[in-house]
């Protein structure tokens, strides 16, 4: 568990170290965590050099490097990271949890006596993935420029989607609604021409591409969502474009009366079908990720690090046999509890943020 002030201001603003060099050739690096040589560039009298190794937190110079900090003092040292974030002390890593829990829980005289420390990791990681369906709310953003295809794949680490948009160009979010409207064949299954089923070497129906799936890409969604073209103005008088604009074209649905655009789900091929008028957009994706999709996503908020510690112990409690049932009880509580409170604490709720969104209460609502 870091400690506040371990970390200087350089270290955090500015994502580098500098040294001044007393006839030495080595540097203890205090970054949050420690780079490999690959991570950082080093400099020497802001004239950077490559002859140097990292090992154990350690930065050493070598060769002609090394010579000139041997015999020159006063030389200024300076390493920087190549790619550095801020707001990382907010979280806690799972690897401190893990050794937090051990010691804390886990020995003799306390709540656990003995337990594997994979059994630890293994609960900690379950727990990280359950909260960030509930509590942490573990949301990413992928932006892509849609192409031709009109497909977008989804992320390797995707659960759910939360909000599917593209930006128009004054960087305004437009959110993009899924449509009942077509469909997303699982089996497009090929057929000769007397309609029946093809089969392969192994007996297997044979699957290819779907006509429906081809034939929404080329729809043109003006005509379901009553957006006007410039066709419509040799026909329709003023009036009627009024009329148009309250959205009182005959005949149209208001769930299709919009020209944002529409989306599909394809579970077939793992991916995101968008209609014609989209190709070209910027689309963003917001996501759901279960947050074990990479060593450093295996963190927790601070806020949380209590309930996920009442997690692993209710868990390990449960699957331990002579455990008495008062006891795995009290435990649940105490989690369904500790996860309450998370849930209160990360909900962010700011009561300024509320009245200004409020105001918009009081606004007459035009029919």
């Known amino acids: 568990m870091g400690l506040l002030g371990t970390v200087t201001g350089e270290n955090y603003y500015n994502g580098s170290q500098t040294f001044v060099n007393n006839g030495e050739a080595s540097f203890k690096l205090t970054f949050e965590e420690s780079p490999t040589a690959d991570q950082v560039r080093a400099f020497l009298d802001d004239i950077e050099v490559f002859d140097f190794i990292i090992s154990n937190g350690v930065i050493s110079f070598t060769g002609a490097s090394q010579q000139l900090l041997y015999t020159n003092q006063g030389v200024v040292v300076r390493v920087e990271l190549l790619d550095f974030t801020f707001g990382g002390y907010q979280y806690t890593s799972i690897k401190d949890v893990v050794d937090n829990f051990m010691i804390a829980y886990v020995g003799d005289g306390k709540l656990i006596d003995h337990v594997a420390k994979s059994d630890v990791v293994f609960h900690a990681k379950r727990g990280i993935q359950e909260f960030s369906y509930d509590i942490l709310k573990t949301v990413k953003s992928q932006e892509i420029e849609l192409s031709p295809s009109l497909s977008m794949p989804m992320p390797q680490d995707y659960v759910n989607y939360v909000k599917v948009c593209y930006i128009d160009g004054s960087g305004v979010r437009r959110i993009i609604y899924p449509t009942r409207l077509t469909t997303n064949p699982t089996s497009p299954i090929v057929q000769d021409d007397n309609h029946k089923y093809i089969f392969d070497s192994q007996g297997s129906v044979v699957e290819g591409s779907s006509i429906t799936e081809d034939r929404w890409k080329s729809f043109d969604t003006k005509n379901i969502t009553g957006d006007l073209s410039s066709e419509d103005s040799l026909y329709l008088s003023s009036s009627d474009y009024l009329r148009s604009d309250y959205g009182q074209r005959y005949g149209a649905t208001p769930e299709t009366t919009q020209i944002n655009g529409f989306f599909t789900i394809n579970e077939r091929t793992g991916s995101f079908n968008f209609s014609s008028d989209l190709a070209g957009r910027i689309i963003v994706l917001e996501y759901i990720s279960d947050g074990l999709g990479t060593d450093d996503e295996m963190k927790?908020?601070?806020?949380?690090?209590?309930?996920?510690?009442?997690?692993?112990?209710?868990?390990?409690?449960?699957?331990?046999?002579?455990?008495?049932?008062?006891?795995?009880?009290?435990?649940?509580?105490?989690?369904?509890?500790?996860?309450?409170?998370?849930?209160?604490?990360?909900?962010?709720?700011k009561i300024s943020e509320l009245t200004q969104v409020m105001r918009n209460q009081s606004k007459q609502i035009k029919h």
Do not use: D, F, G, P
Request: proline share 0%; net charge positive.
């Open 300 to 349: 927790v908020n601070k806020l949380a690090e209590e309930a996920l510690y009442k997690h692993i112990a209710y868990n390990v409690l449960a699957t331990k046999r002579n455990i008495s049932e008062y006891i795995v009880q009290r435990y649940k509580k105490e989690r369904r509890a500790a996860v309450r409170n998370a849930k209160l604490r990360l909900s962010n709720l």
